[in-house]
């Protein structure tokens, strides 16, 4: 198995590439090695010294390092880690519900807003190492969820200023604003 590697606007984290599907659908985020009782594969990666968040994507694993860890020293592990994991043939996660969105009741606009962030903005994202997570809108002003190398990166806030909030207001008149939420 060769796994590859590949930087992200973010120095804090780094997006593997197994060369296989990672999650079916959706995309899972893990912030603590407690939280990720859902994914043996993030479980295995929080086991490694170093390891800050883990993000699970289509086919990419972003994980996220702590401010002492250097990428020479774990960049190792973390590809030893992903390769054990599909190697011993242990599912990715095992939590159903996650990174599925209903949208159901969605308003014209929402609707709209949804599919310009799922065709638009979150094939982009990826190829950085996040997503980015509609979460409401409300009084003109859309919310959106950062994710992966998106959460805590330097150039995020240029993304959601720059870009996606003038594309959101470009194709879609009632959005006024774009902020980004936990």
Request: net charge negative; aromatic share 8%; glycine share 10%.
């Given at each position: 198995m060769f796994i590859q590697t590949e930087p992200t606007p973010n120095p804090s984290t780094l997006k593997f590439l ?135 990166c330097p150039s995020s806030t240029a993304t959601l200023k720059h870009g996606i909030e003038n594309m959101l207001k470009?194709?879609v008149p009632e959005v006024v604003a774009v902020q980004a939420v936990q």
């Amino acid at each position: 198995m060769f796994i590859q590697t590949e930087p992200t606007p973010n120095p804090s984290t780094l997006k593997f590439l197994p060369g296989r599907e990672v999650m079916t659908h959706g995309t899972a985020d893990f912030l603590t090695k407690e939280g990720s009782a859902s994914s043996p594969l993030a479980s295995r990666l929080f086991d490694v010294d170093g390891v800050a968040s883990v993000f699970l994507g289509g086919d990419f694993i972003t994980v996220g390092k702590t401010a002492e860890t250097d990428w020479s020293v774990l960049k190792p592990l973390v590809l030893a880690a992903i390769m054990d994991h599909f190697n011993s043939g242990a599912p990715v996660i095992t939590d159903a519900g996650t990174g599925a969105e209903g949208s159901e009741g969605d308003s014209d606009v929402v609707k709209q807003i949804k599919e310009l962030l799922d065709t638009r903005v979150r094939p982009a994202v990826a190829q950085d190492g996040g997503d980015i997570i509609f979460r409401a809108f409300e009084d003109g002003i859309v919310y959106l969820h950062l994710q992966g190398a998106c959460s805590g990166c330097p150039s995020s806030t240029a993304t959601l200023k720059h870009g996606i909030e003038n594309m959101l207001k470009y194709y879609v008149p009632e959005v006024v604003a774009v902020q980004a939420v936990q």
